[in-house]
């Protein structure tokens, strides 16, 4: 089956560490999306890629970090710069430029500080 | 400035009943709008969305959504309620580039 696969479910960071986020996805899909999820806030956009090796900052970009080297991959990097990391994050992916199509989303990863 | 607002942030109701959750939205030029929902500890599921047409959107799930243009809404309803449906509800929005705006969510509780 076609999806987003977001890993590791659940991931810790030390004061002063960077983490990686995984998210991949087989819907040969062009533009892919990483928002944070807060309670009471709805999601925000922190980064979104729409072509390989093209990316651009969303709303809340300042203390991530992506890369946009394979279609099919885009992993988000939380960086010590960003000091209140803990959220639920949130891969999507969609058929680029086409307003009609939804986005499709992984389940997300949860990351705390240790 | 394009914004959606989802001005409850619970909705209770009783299974059997109807249920609405509202959504507004404040954009230029034409909206394309979207529902999606959200279990405990999951990304989000597609519901439904308005592109074009008809202002009665149906579907999945029973649930249907109407376009209101002059009040700039996108409620989403359903006739008869299912405890099932107890879940965090997004209302989203695009203009261009497949950039989306959502809503900061309505939990739906639906009691026995």
């Known amino acids: 089956d076609g999806g987003i696969t977001q890993s590791p479910k659940y991931l810790f960071r030390k004061e002063g560490q960077n983490v990686t986020l995984s998210c991949e996805q087989n819907l040969n899909h062009d533009a892919m999306y990483w928002y944070r999820q807060d309670p009471g806030q709805g999601l925000r956009l922190i980064y979104y890629?729409?072509?390989?090796?093209?990316?651009q900052k969303g709303d809340i970009a300042e203390g991530y970090s992506v890369s946009r080297e394979k279609k099919e991959s885009f992993p988000l990097t939380v960086t010590s710069a960003q000091k209140n990391p803990t959220a639920f994050y949130l891969c999507a992916s969609s058929v680029r430029d086409n307003r009609n199509q939804p986005q499709h989303f992984g389940d997300g990863t949860r990351l705390s500080i240790l | 400035a394009q914004s959606v607002a989802q001005p409850e942030d619970q909705v209770n109701v009783a299974e059997g009943n109807p249920l609405t959750v509202k959504c507004t939205y404040s954009?230029?030029?034409?909206?394309?709008l979207f529902w999606y929902v959200q279990y405990p500890n999951r990304g989000l599921q597609f519901l439904l969305k308005?592109?074009?047409?008809?202002?009665l959107v149906k579907g999945s799930y029973g649930f249907e959504a109407e376009f209101n243009k002059s009040q700039t809404s996108f409620h989403l309803k359903k006739p008869s309620a299912l405890v099932s449906d107890s879940a965090l509800y997004f209302c989203a929005v695009t203009y261009n580039f497949n950039k989306f705006y959502f809503g900061s969510g309505t939990k739906l509780n639906v009691k026995p």
């Open positions: 308005y592109i074009t047409g008809d202002n």
């Open positions: 890629s729409q072509i390989v090796n093209d990316f």
């Open positions: 954009v230029s030029g034409n909206p394309y």
